[in-house]
């Protein structure tokens, strides 16, 4: 599990998360937040965001290999948070990339890591 430990607020790029929970076979590049696919498989994806308070709307972006899958849009307020998540689960072939992107808007981070990150394995596909 990847989560944000500081604010990210650089839109329509990748989002790099600070702090690396969990990376079992170091699948995840912590530089570039991206994850590759050690097999062809089908994958489970999960993600959640806080919107930081200084913005109204953030749009977040989960990418495989270079097209947006799904999009997660939180709105409210400004000097408010406001959080919102997806899933999805995905056929990837091996070395396939998956990664969130930031569209607009900024995300809070902070100790208790409420934008995070995580993906693994459902079953392998060896056809």
Known sequence: MASMATHFTNENSGIIFSS???NIGNFLDTMTG????PVTGVYFFTFSVMKHEDVED???YLM?????VLTTHSHGVKGKHDTAGNSAVLKLA???EVWLRMGTGALHGDHQRFCTFSGFLLFENRT
């Open 64 to 68: 495989h290999n270079g097209s947006a």
């Open 94 to 96: 091996k070395d396939d």
């Open 20 to 22: 690396v929970e969990n």
């Open 58 to 60: 953030v749009y977040v």
């Open 34 to 37: 991206r994850f590759h696919a």
